[in-house]
């Protein structure tokens, strides 16, 4: 199958597209990103856009994507205002997901949110990330899977340093017990690439729901790559 990514180059997208291509069973991941990703792959294409506001001219390379995973966003304190946050979590998301379902209305589509995300909530991130959620699925239906994670520890480190990470470090021998809260790039990653397969999986899925999703994701022997 084809697989698309936008946000291939974050803590999350990365850690889809390495576990991607160790998995044969798709046969293409695209990539799409405003830099070039630090992996090249015979089944890695990766096409640079400069415009995330329009992916109209991608249209006709998207007809064949079966499925999307969305790990293109920001952290809260990361954005320099809500008009910042806004843009990339929400208008440059729906932007990608309306030319992509023009282009093949079967496609599913799997959008990284995050815990909290709540249309009543009085943070302002989780309002934008709910209302993502929602125009989502007025596009997509029930080939939409929203993930909401918790904290997501990078396992493969990140570019650059985010304070996030060291506040959350002496929280990490304590990961088992707040698995409510704590989880992992490869434990996303591979949740994602579950429901990208077509697996079922809730929605709204949180961090147990990944969890399970993680687990019983397998790359069977015959699928398996040696290296990526
Ligand atoms: N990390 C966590 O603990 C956590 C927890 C819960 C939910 N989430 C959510 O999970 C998603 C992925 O998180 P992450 O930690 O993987 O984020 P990340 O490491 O910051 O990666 C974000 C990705 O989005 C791209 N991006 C950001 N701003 C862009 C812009 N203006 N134009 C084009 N591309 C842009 C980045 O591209 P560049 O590399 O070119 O900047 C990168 O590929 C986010 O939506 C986040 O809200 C994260």
Not at 28 to 38: E, F, G
Not at 50 to 66: E, I, K, P, Q
Not at 76 to 104: F, G, H, I, K
Request: hydrophobic share 45%; proline share 5%; aromatic share 10%.
């Amino acid at each position: 199958m084809r697989l698309l990514v936008l946000g291939p180059t974050g803590v999350v997208g990365a850690e889809v597209v390495r576990e991607a291509l160790h998995d044969a069973r798709f046969t293409t991941v695209m990539a799409i990103s405003r830099r070039p990703l630090a992996v090249t792959h015979p089944r890695l294409e990766t096409l640079l856009h400069a415009d995330f506001r329009d992916f109209t001219d991608l249209r006709s390379r998207f007809s064949g994507v079966d499925a999307a995973i969305c790990a293109l966003g920001m952290a809260w304190p990361q954005a320099d205002s809500e008009a910042q946050y806004r843009a990339v979590t929400n208008d440059y998301v729906m932007a990608l997901a309306r030319t992509l379902n023009a282009a093949n209305p079967e496609v599913r589509f799997c959008f990284v949110s995050g815990h909290g995300a709540s249309a009543t909530s009085r943070q302002t991130w989780a309002r934008i990330k709910a209302e993502t959620e929602d125009a989502l699925r007025d596009t997509f239906g029930s080939r939409l899977v929203v993930f909401r994670p918790g904290y997501i520890y990078p396992v493969h480190g990140r570019e650059t340093g985010y304070w996030g990470d060291t506040v959350m470090r002496p929280f990490m021998p304590f990961r088992r017990l707040l698995g409510r809260y704590i989880t992992d790039s490869v434990t996303v990653a591979r949740a994602l690439l579950y429901a990208a397969l077509g697996a079922a999986v809730a929605s709204p899925a949180g961090n147990p729901q990944i969890e399970a999703a993680s687990a019983t994701y397998a790359v069977p022997r015959t699928h398996e790559v040696s290296s990526a």
